[in-house]
């Protein structure tokens, strides 16, 4: 049994006509390529292939909804992180993320950092522009199964200054189950879901 039993992929969606009606709440996942967004996903989830979907050929430039629980939804950008020069593909970005900007439902942002890099200038973007748009960011630090205990403490401290009080941090690992009950939290808070059965990390 999952830890949301009816967690399901709703769609992808490349312009806002095609969005769910902005009813309910909603939190967007956000990260660099290859952070361990997709990995992040299914841990909170607790489903084993889930964010599978959104890595599909010709979905990996479109907006993903999934639906935990009916009308609280989590939605996968695309990773950002482009080679220097991909402008348009900035742009696309840019613009994916843009369209989220009138939606009542968009209650907050978790931001997938891989631990090993910890927050690089596309992440620090990513922050200010959360701020701009006045919506609380989340920071997982992904992969911390990579850290030694005294690296991912002093990281976690470095991450927290660097939010300073504009944000949150914890430590996360898909692999070894790190934060994984914790990262479920704040997301839960924000989508103002109430009891969802609480088990391991990891079960499916
Ligand atoms: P995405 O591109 O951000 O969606 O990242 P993925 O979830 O696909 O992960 C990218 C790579 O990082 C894959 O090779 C994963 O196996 C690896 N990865 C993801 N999460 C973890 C983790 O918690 N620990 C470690 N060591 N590797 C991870």
């Known amino acids: 049994m999952s830890v949301y039993p009816s967690v399901?992929?709703?769609?992808?969606?490349?312009?806002?006509a095609q969005f769910p009606i902005d009813h309910g709440t909603e939190v967007a996942i956000v990260g660099r390529s290859n952070a361990g967004k997709s990995s992040a996903i299914n841990a909170i989830c607790g489903r084993r292939s889930l964010a599978r979907t959104s890595k599909t050929p010709g979905r990996t430039r479109l907006l993903n909804f999934f639906e935990l629980v009916p009308d609280a939804r989590l939605i996968d950008l695309p990773g950002y992180g482009y080679a220097a020069?991909?402008?348009?593909?900035?742009?696309?970005?840019?613009?994916?993320?843009?369209?989220?900007v009138p939606r009542r439902s968009l209650r907050g942002l978790l931001l997938v950092v891989d631990a090993r890099r910890g927050l690089l200038e596309a992440d620090q973007q990513l922050l200010h522009w959360a701020e701009r748009i006045g919506r609380p960011v989340h920071v997982l630090l992904a992969k911390s199964d990579q850290l030694n205990r005294a690296q991912a403490r002093q990281l976690l401290t470095d991450t927290q200054r660097c939010l300073e009080g504009h944000g949150s941090a914890q430590l996360f690992s898909a692999h070894d189950g790190t934060g994984v009950l914790q990262a479920r939290e704040r997301p839960e808070a924000w989508l103002e879901i109430r009891g969802p059965k609480k088990e391991d990390p990891g079960s499916t």
């Not at 020069?85 to 843009?98: K, Y």
């Open 8 to 16: 399901r992929f709703l769609f992808s969606a490349a312009a806002a």
């Open 85 to 100: 020069g991909a402008r348009e593909d900035q742009a696309v970005w840019a613009r994916l993320i843009e369209m989220l």
